[in-house]
């Protein structure tokens, strides 16, 4: 096994540096940085990351199409594949709106018929649960959750569908997406268009690549430590809210990096731009990381078995989103994840113990410098 080492966090978060002082730093580069992400020119807005909005929103929907599945409907396997594909525009009306993007053509190649395999065992495991088969070790079905008192649809190996699945999508799309996509030179690389602005949508090419990674992100615009604006942050951003708890400052900085890498941009400062794609690289590793402990430590204390195969599964989905970290900066390659994977959850949930979630809690907190939280995650 590889040796584990720590990248730790940045400095704001280990050092107690503030946005402030981060300011002065930038400034010395002549960046504007403002206080949200908001970017304009001449008056008008310069960002446009809708094509991530509707894929947030796809999410959003097939997750209630699954959790339908958990409620004992049975749901069709044809339904689930348009709305992955956005069969049509709008799922062959599965979908409430329409659009021109999908998923499916946005997740990691190989894992396109990993999520559609899902989905068609998704489909099947509905009838039976609609018939009133209760999950058993080797049976798919319906077992009730102890702490909501309602059911979740499993597999005959305890993972939950609709969780497997949304996180899995979280990683495979979003977070590969992130890193994978539009924070790499093909996208973003001094090579690309930063001086022609599109007379319509008033962006550069490379400006309107790095906004799509923020739209990944989920986060609004004022998203920040302690967020106590309207509108709620989704997906990643929703995790970074939940870890900024605990680890202050998450939000913070992934949002400075964010922020102060579109400023770089705007300014032509490619040398800061690549620092802020390095920071954010490493904290989306951290993010994903953290929620990994986080379920390892709730299936930790948990007794009843139906919460128990719930964050056992979004546990298992947060630490195979590992596997998509950019290759220049990972603390485990894809066969790494797999043996972590391989040895926390054998492939079976319900056989899980407790010592794996310890090793796999300290093996993630060792490699992505998470130790001090490792228990309070």
């Not at 093909?186 to 739209?215: L, P, Q």
């Not at 939940?242 to 705007?266: E, H």
Request: with cysteine; proline share 1%.
């Amino acid at each position: 096994m590889r040796k584990y080492f720590s990248l730790g966090l940045s400095v704001a978060l280990l050092t107690g540096v503030t946005s402030c002082e981060k300011s002065e730093v930038i400034s010395q580069n002549q960046l504007d940085i403002p206080a949200t992400y908001k970017f304009e020119r001449n008056g008008q807005t310069s960002v446009s990351y809708s094509g991530q909005t509707d894929r947030l929103n796809q999410l959003a929907e097939m997750k209630a199409m699954l959790q339908t599945a958990d409620a004992g409907s049975i749901v069709s396997e044809i339904d689930l594949l348009d709305m992955y594909a956005n069969t049509g525009g709008d799922a062959n009306g599965n979908f409430t709106f329409s659009s021109s993007k999908q998923l499916k053509n946005k997740t990691f190649d190989l894992d396109q018929t990993y999520f559609e395999g899902m989905l068609k065992s998704a489909a099947a495991a509905s009838t039976d649960g609609s018939n009133g088969v209760l999950a058993s070790m080797g049976t798919a079905g319906l077992i009730t959750r102890g702490g909501n008192n309602s059911t979740i649809l499993v597999d005959e190996k305890g993972f939950e569908f609709t969780q497997v699945f949304e996180k899995g999508i979280m990683g495979g799309v979003f977070y590969y997406q992130i890193v994978n996509v539009y924070l790499t030179d093909d996208k973003i690389g001094d090579a690309v268009d930063n001086e022609n602005v599109d007379s319509v949508k008033n962006y550069t090419d490379m400006e309107h690549h790095f906004d799509e990674a923020f739209g990944y992100f989920g986060a609004p615009v004022d998203f920040s430590s302690d967020y106590q604006g309207t509108e709620s942050p989704r997906y990643w951003a929703k995790y970074s809210n939940s870890t900024d708890a605990v680890i202050s400052g998450m939000n913070t900085s992934i949002m400075d990096s964010y922020k102060t890498g579109r400023s770089a941009i705007v300014a032509n400062e490619h040398t800061i731009k690549t620092s802020q794609v390095s920071e954010l690289n490493t904290y989306f590793g951290q993010l994903a990381a953290a929620s990994a402990i986080h379920y390892a430590n709730e299936a930790k204390a948990t007794t009843d078995q139906g919460d128990l195969l719930h964050v056992l599964s979004e546990c298992y989905a947060f630490t195979r989103a590992l596997r998509y970290a950019n290759p220049n900066q990972r603390e485990f390659s894809p066969t790494e994840v797999e043996t972590l994977l391989t040895n926390t959850f054998n492939d079976n949930l319900w056989l899980v113990k407790a010592s794996d979630l310890n090793n796999l809690i300290d093996a993630l907190s060792a490699a992505y410098g998470l130790v001090a939280w490792k228990d309070i995650l």
